[in-house]
Every structure is written in structure tokens, then in C-alpha cells.
């Protein structure tokens, strides 16, 4: 479904007369906007090479980040989670990293990548934005029903409109299927160790 769909499906679904094409596209994004902070399944994930050069200076985060699902190194060791301090210890020698750190809006790994290296970091990263009526995005295609629903309920909200409780149940449920369905997909036929360590994520994203 592409954005003047949702949009077109939104404003049946409302069925008021009161509310402008403006407040429509804002109560999109802003479902959007809610439902990417809570939705963690792998088609929000996003796996990015890094190369390495010579004016390495912090590996820096990319614009799109939202929550970080692993690092790993060039020789496949995965990049674990590490205090501030002992990253920048561990990043005043060169070799193939094995602890990271946040610091501000770059990573410091420790020891500090060779340059020439390489660095997989795989995260979940923002939504396409949607701007034109043809425009799409993956959540768009795999589940409008949770961005429509999410819209109605803030909008209800916005005009004191008494079924802002019903499409809120109907929103959370959205979330919870899809995030179940991911979890299950990562369980089916997995080996007993995980590939990746989730067990450092924070409200940070990390």
C-alpha cells in the first residue's frame, strides 16, 4: 500500500469531515514514527560494510540508526559491548577489534581496526520517509493495518473522539503479532547459541 493509499484508507476509516489533509499526513507519520520505535523484526534491519581508512577517527553511527542488532569484526568475531573507559583502553592498539563503546555519535572499538579492514554493522534503522502519494516503504507493504490504526488512535485522541481506545487495543496488538512472528523466525531451526548477542541493547539503541 502506497502512501495516498493510507491515506485515502485513513480518512474512510475516521469518517469525519473535520479533519484536513495536513492533520492526515501528520497522524501518519506520526504512527510511523511510533511504530518503528517499537517493531523489531528483520525487515527494519539494515547489514552495512564499513571500510576502514587511514583517517579513522571512531566508527561512526549512521544516520538511519535506531537500534544496533551486532557488530562484527572482519575475522567474524562478533564485537561485544564494553564500558567507555576500557574500549578507549583497549583502542590505543591496532588489531581486529573485540569490545566496543558509544561516545556521542561514533563507536570506539577496541583495539582499533587496521586500516583496510572491514566492519559489518547490522541494526534496525528508520522507515523510508513517505513524501509522494506513490511513495512505499516496508512497513507500508507488510503491515498498513498498524500504521492506520496508530493513526486513528491519535487522531480519536486529537478530537476527544470516544474509539481512541479501541483502535489504541487493535495498534498495540499489530505490534505485538509481528514482533512474535519475528521472534519465532529467529527461533525456528536456530542452533542453541544465537548469532548475535542482543543481550546489550539499552534504551540507547545499544
Not at 473535520?18 to 501528520?26: H, K, L, R, S
Not at 512474535?180 to 523466525?185: V, Y
Request: proline share 5%; glycine share 6%.
Amino acid at each position: 500500500m502506497n502512501y495516498g493509499e493510507l491515506q485515502t484508507l485513513f480518512r474512510s476509516r475516521l469518517n469525519r469531515r473535520d479533519v484536513t489533509p495536513t492533520q492526515v499526513q501528520d497522524f501518519i507519520k506520526t504512527s510511523i514514527q511510533r511504530t518503528q520505535r517499537l517493531l523489531r523484526t528483520p525487515g527494519s534491519e539494515v547489514a552495512t560494510e564499513v571500510t576502514i581508512t587511514d583517517e579513522y577517527n571512531g566508527f561512526a553511527i549512521p544516520g538511519d540508526f535506531l537500534q544496533l542488532v551486532a557488530l562484527i569484526a572482519d575475522d567474524d568475531h562478533e564485537i561485544i559491548r564494553t564500558n567507555l573507559t576500557n574500549a578507549l583502553r583497549r583502542s590505543k592498539n591496532q588489531g581486529s577489534p573485540r569490545v566496543f563503546a558509544r561516545n556521542r555519535d561514533k563507536l570506539v572499538l577496541g583495539p582499533r581496526p587496521l586500516p583496510g579492514s572491514i566492519i559489518t554493522i547490522v541494526y534496525h534503522a528508520d522507515f523510508s520517509a513517505l513524501y509522494d502519494a506513490t511513495d512505499e516503504n516496508w512497513l507500508t507493504q507488510i503491515a498498513p493495518d498498524v500504521i492506520i490504526n496508530g493513526a486513528l488512535e491519535d487522531a480519536c485522541t486529537h478530537f476527544n473522539d470516544p474509539r481512541a481506545d479501541r483502535f489504541e487495543t487493535k495498534f498495540t496488538q499489530g505490534i505485538v503479532d509481528l514482533n512474535l512472528m519475528a521472534q519465532a523466525d529467529e527461533t525456528t531451526n536456530a542452533s542453541v547459541e544465537p548469532g548475535y548477542s542482543l543481550d546489550y541493547a539499552s534504551e540507547e539503541g545499544f
